[in-house]
């Protein structure tokens, strides 16, 4: 399979389209990464040793989230550009 310019270019205006559905996962994405820090700084004030395994598993969860919503919105994209061409 060859990589199309115009397939990507399709992709990409697929997604400009659909750009407030976009920002509102982005801004939600930066709310959960912004939230995710706030556990790990409880337990560095209260040194709570469970909880900390807790927020630290929360915070890398928290983080991963913009990562995979980036992902599934690429993947959303392409997957409309390719439809659109017939693939």
């Known amino acids: 399979m060859t990589f199309d310019v115009t397939f990507f270019l399709d992709a990409l205006r697929a997604a400009v389209l659909h750009a407030p559905q976009t920002m509102g996962l982005v801004f ?5 990464g912004v939230a995710g820090g706030l556990p790990l700084a409880i337990v560095q004030v209260f040194h709570v040793p ?22 599934l919105i690429l993947y959303l994209a392409a997957s409309r550009g ?5 693939g």
């Open 28 to 32: 939600f994405s930066f709310i959960i």
């Open 50 to 71: 469970w909880l900390g395994l807790a927020a630290r598993a929360y915070v890398i969860l928290a983080r991963s989230v913009p990562l995979v919503l980036v992902l």
């Open 82 to 86: 390719w439809a659109r061409w017939g």
